[in-house]
């Protein structure tokens, strides 16, 4: 009797995606010499970045979901696989900065979640296009030489490997822009995550999708408040005249 086990590439690159990039986050924090966070603190650091992108991540989905009439399992299946990377991006980040404000921690750790978060990102998008017409991340029907048939005899836009591509880029191009134009810690994250998030509204065009309001679904929504919000942010307040 044999025993075949089938191993979904999805779950395979997404633990090691994780696992990537929480030790390229470590990595990059010692390469700059920034002294370690006491034990306690990194626990509560960490467990509030978790935290954070879990409830996160389950919100938008829950929010993508209210367009359609819900199924019996929806809850369990809600929790037990439900996944959004804007909700982990933005849940977790807002997560990471409760936990520093009830801790009074004033030091900036966001420069160094940006290759993390892009390399994590890239090798999920790779275990999503794997996957292929099952994990529902793929593209419309497309007639361009590069279209992907992922089984169904459809060549359709590969836009998991359209991200993969700009998060990368991304994140080398934002940290040259600022080295050369020597950013506080903390703005090339917020840069990183608005080019995102005005990715994810673009691309979404090409993916099927539930229009919610006029054009747009829930998650282009989602992103189109974001990047508005951390635009407002991003910009330089403006001088006083003596």
């Known amino acids: 009797m044999s025993l ?3 191993l979904n590439p999805h779950f395979l690159l997404e633990a090691l995606a994780s696992i990537v990039a929480t030790g390229l986050y470590f990595h990059l924090r010692r390469r700059a010499g920034r002294t370690p966070f ?7 650091l960490i467990c509030g970045t978790l935290f954070g992108a879990w409830l996160g991540s389950k919100l938008v989905v829950l929010l993508e979901s209210l367009t359609r009439p819900l ?12 996944k959004s990377t804007i909700g982990a991006i933005l849940g977790g980040w807002a997560g990471i900065e409760l936990v520093k404000r009830r801790l009074q921690l004033g030091t900036q750790t966001g420069e160094f979640f940006v290759y993390p978060l892009a390399v994590g990102t890239a090798i999920a998008r790779l275990g999503c296009f794997a996957t292929g ?7 419309l029907a497309t007639g361009r030489p590069w279209g992907v048939d992922f089984g169904d005899g459809v060549a359709r836009h590969p836009t998991q490997l359209y991200e993969v591509a ?11 822009c600022a080295q050369r134009r020597g ?5 090339l994250f917020r840069h ?18 539930e229009v919610w309001l006029p054009g747009l679904s829930v998650t282009q929504v989602i ?6 919000w951390l635009w407002w942010r991003c910009s330089p307040e403006p001088q006083r005249a003596d």
């Open 166 to 176: 700009f998060v990368l880029l991304l994140a080398v191009g934002l940290h040259r």
């Open 133 to 139: 017409l099952e994990d529902q991340t793929h593209g």
């Open 38 to 44: 006491p034990l306690e603190t990194t626990f509560w």
């Open 192 to 209: 990183y995550v608005t080019g995102y998030l005005t990715f994810r509204l673009a691309v979404e065009f090409l993916k099927p999708r």
């Open 183 to 187: 950013w506080e810690h903390g703005l």
């Open 4 to 6: 075949h086990l089938a």
């Open 223 to 228: 992103c189109a408040v974001a990047v508005a």
């Open 71 to 82: 199924s019996d399992d929806f809850w369990l299946r809600l929790i037990a696989g439900g």
